[in-house]
């Protein structure tokens, strides 16, 4: 398969980048991406897309992604991580179960987060982590973001462990500080764990020794879970597709933001978004290498 999706749990230690040129690789694949970045102390599931299927990948970006984390009471770190120096420590205030939960039920909704130095955000033209490296602090925006479930897994007299259900650009570092805050305490996250990526779940996964390329998924496969499929009816359309010509709103059953069009074969030829309310152009065209 030249095209297609992988379901990879990534280890700890390892960087994104490095899960894709290992992949690289051992597949010979010569394009290759990722939906969603895991920081290298981080584990959990990685979206792998290779060949044509990495140019759906910007389609992807506001899936859902549940983490488990667990936040460690008591000390507060540079990086809101286990990798990070100390820079604070506190006395731990004890809470009980009940209280908790009712911190963590307080965060569901919409919610503001600033992001922390150790992002990869870029300010004036810089990634926040390289001035963190050196030594620099520049004030941030928050962001808006949102937590649709936040819940407790487990927690004793020294730390919290909870899943977090939420949206793009939502740092779980910062979360667990907040969640710290919040209970009289400081503390950052020893553990986290990407569990999910929209309807893709880490039991469905493969660590990187075991993966194969035959554990593959196709591209039409994964992009129903994401939009409306739409499979072209006859030649004449099939060639104003495969061209990036813009097609008539009444070929399409409902007027929904976008439409995977996939061929007779059921092989993804292109994605369609709804403009202006007049027509569907393509956004992007799977025949070539340009977006139209």
């Known amino acids: ?45 990685l979206l792998i897309a290779f060949g044509d299927a990495t140019k759906l990948l910007s389609f992807m970006e506001n899936d859902k992604k549940t983490y488990v984390a667990k936040l460690v009471l008591g000390k507060k770190t540079s990086t809101g991580d286990l990798t990070g120096e100390v820079i604070e420590e506190k006395q731990i205030s004890q809470v009980d179960i009940d209280t908790t939960k009712k911190v963590l039920t307080s965060l569901i909704g919409a919610q503001k987060q600033i992001p922390p130095m150790t992002s ?27 937590i649709y479930d936040l819940s407790l897994v487990s927690m004793d007299e ?43 779940k880490i039991e469905d996964s493969k660590p990187i020794e075991q993966v194969d390329i035959s554990d593959s998924l196709d ?38 933001p976008s439409y995977c069009v996939v061929d007779q074969n059921d092989k993804v030829q292109a994605i369609y978004q709804l403009k202006e309310g007049a027509h569907y152009f393509c956004s992007r065209n799977l025949n070539n290498n340009e977006s139209l």
Request: proline content about 1%.
């Open 1 to 45: 398969m030249k095209d297609g999706f992988l379901l990879l749990n990534k280890a700890k230690d390892w960087t994104s980048f490095d899960v894709c040129k290992k992949l690289s690789h051992k597949f010979s694949l010569e394009k290759i991406g990722h939906n969603g970045t895991l920081d290298p102390f981080a584990t959990g599931l």
């Open 158 to 200: 020294n730390s919290i462990t909870f899943r977090a259900t939420v949206s793009k650009g939502t740092y779980i570092r910062t979360l667990g500080e907040t969640i710290a805050e919040l209970t009289n305490n400081v503390g950052y996250l020893e553990t986290l764990e990407r569990v999910q990526i929209g309807d893709f």
């Open 120 to 146: 990869a955000i870029h300010v004036n033209g810089r990634k926040l982590y390289e001035l963190a490296h050196e030594g620099k602090t520049v004030e941030r925006k928050a962001r808006d973001i949102f």
């Open 219 to 256: 591209m039409l496969e994964v992009m129903k879970t994401y939009m409306p499929i739409y499979k072209v009816k006859d030649e004449e359309t099939l060639k104003k597709v495969k061209h990036g010509g813009k097609l008539s709103l009444k070929l399409f059953k409902a007027l929904v």
